[in-house]
């Protein structure tokens, strides 16, 4: 064989072998391409999802907290309306005054639905 020869044939399996080189390469680009694009996509799924955990939280901490408020305010409300009743009742002259049996027995009656969770007091 003469060199020329030789210098073709180491020519072409160099070639040959950077061709195998680039496509083994090539594919391994892609496919760690593609695990990136499938982390990023993954990524984004788990960003979004903590986003919507966090904003039903703060929805249900704002529920909460204006439940919360509403409560306290009608507990203010009531001992206001106690003391005011007390104030006024305690120069009244029926203070002193029995209530009849059928009254308190119908006052009861009405404060037991009120307690057991009917919507309204009044039974018509």
Sequence with gaps: MSIRATV???LLAL????SFSVYYYHDAYSDTNEDLKAAARKQ???ET???NVIQSM???NAITRA???EKQQIQQWSENNVVYIR???STDECVSRPVPDDVVIKLREHADRIRNGT????PR
């Design 8 to 10: 073709i044939a180491v």
């Design 119 to 122: 919507h309204r007091a009044d």
């Design 87 to 89: 104030e006024k009742l």
């Design 44 to 46: 984004q799924q788990a």
């Design 15 to 18: 070639i040959a072998a950077l």
């Design 49 to 51: 999802i903590a986003g």
């Design 67 to 69: 439940n919360t408020d």
């Design 58 to 60: 703060r929805i249900f």
